[in-house]
């Protein structure tokens, strides 16, 4: 894992936690995917609550000088994705992790623990 990814990882999973994100998962997609190398999984209990983890992430990473290359979903706020190339932030709202269900997606993907 590089400094950058690692630095991502650890400030997205800081920030997540800081506005009491639910079942937060890193997987490690490299090697089964071209999409990304790591994926960020959490999950909020209401739409205000999914933006307001997706705009923590998006601000502490900003302090960084990492700005997302592409945001998708602050419309419905379902299910909003933060596009960081290496790293990708999927923030659901639950019933909607439940029926996308990634985890086992990606099963294949290496759970990783941050610290």
């Given at each position: ?53 997706a705009d923590e992430v998006e601000k502490k990473l900003s302090e960084q000088g990492i700005n997302p290359k592409r945001t998708e ?43």
């Amino acid at each position: 894992m590089n400094l950058e990814n690692k630095e991502i990882l650890k400030t997205a999973i800081a920030a997540l936690d800081s506005k009491n994100a639910k079942n937060t998962e890193v997987i490690k997609v490299a090697g089964l995917t071209d999409l990304a190398d790591y994926f960020i999984l959490a999950s909020g209990t209401s739409s205000t609550q999914v933006k307001t983890l997706a705009d923590e992430v998006e601000k502490k990473l900003s302090e960084q000088g990492i700005n997302p290359k592409r945001t998708e979903g602050y419309k419905g706020a379902n299910w909003i994705v933060l596009d960081y190339v290496d790293v990708v932030v999927h923030i659901f709202h639950e019933e909607t992790r439940q029926f996308y269900d990634l985890e086992r997606l990606w099963q294949d993907g290496e759970k990783i623990i941050v610290d």
